[in-house]
């Protein structure tokens, strides 16, 4: 009895070994690489990406409005100058030097003085010795520009005019045989060829001049 299960246990195990070697074979499940998976991916949205640029339009680039320039406003003209252009043959001094000579009045020819043709006058100015030196013999009121040129160009000071002292300077001029309007230009010069204060000049109209009727 004992040998007759024992029998049948070993043909029952048989079976089984015989039932597995002989049932359908099952392949092993591969093992996944994420880091391949995910490389994959990535390519995949790239090239999806790309298509999709390709197939999108390129926005149309807009050219910026020209700029209208804006007029630029209106400056007046500078006026006009009280000393000539151009007369830069001798050194100039600064007004804070200590020579110095300041316009006060016309005492003869007011500017635009009516003048007949070829006649001869004098023109005087006022001036005041504002600096700091006394002007001696060695000081002069010296022609610089302008037409008609005076006879003398150079009216040398006599007295001396120390400072805060005014004096009449003049000059003996001729007016021109042609119409118009002429201004002749001065200034004072010190004892070492300097320039100094206020331009002096005289204005004047070449024309007819109407006699005065007498009485």
Known sequence: ??????????????????????????EPTPTIDPQAVMTEVAQTISAEL????????????TVPP????QPL???????APTSPAGTGLLPTLPAASPDN???IADVTVPDNTLLAKNSKFTKTWKVENSGTTTWNSNYALIYLDGSP???TTVI????????????E???????????????????????????????????????????????
């Open 1 to 26: 009895m004992k040998k007759k299960v024992l029998l049948v246990i070993s043909l029952i195990m048989t079976l089984s070994v015989l039932g597995v070697s002989c049932g359908p074979r099952v």
């Open 50 to 61: 790309t298509q999709v640029a390709l197939l999108t339009p390129s926005p149309t680039a």
């Open 66 to 69: 020209t700029a209208t320039p």
């Open 73 to 79: 406003p209106t400056q007046a003209l500078p006026p």
């Open 101 to 103: 000579a300041t316009w």
């Open 149 to 151: 040129i005076p006879g």
């Open 156 to 167: 040398s000071i006599v007295n001396e005019v120390k400072p805060k002292v005014q004096v």
């Open 169 to 215: 300077l003049s000059v003996v001029m001729q007016a021109p045989a042609t119409d118009g309007t002429y201004t002749v230009w001065f200034r004072m010069m010190n004892d070492k060829g300097q320039l100094f204060g206020d331009w002096l000049y005289v204005k004047f109209i070449v024309g007819a001049v109407t006699p005065t009727p007498a009485g």
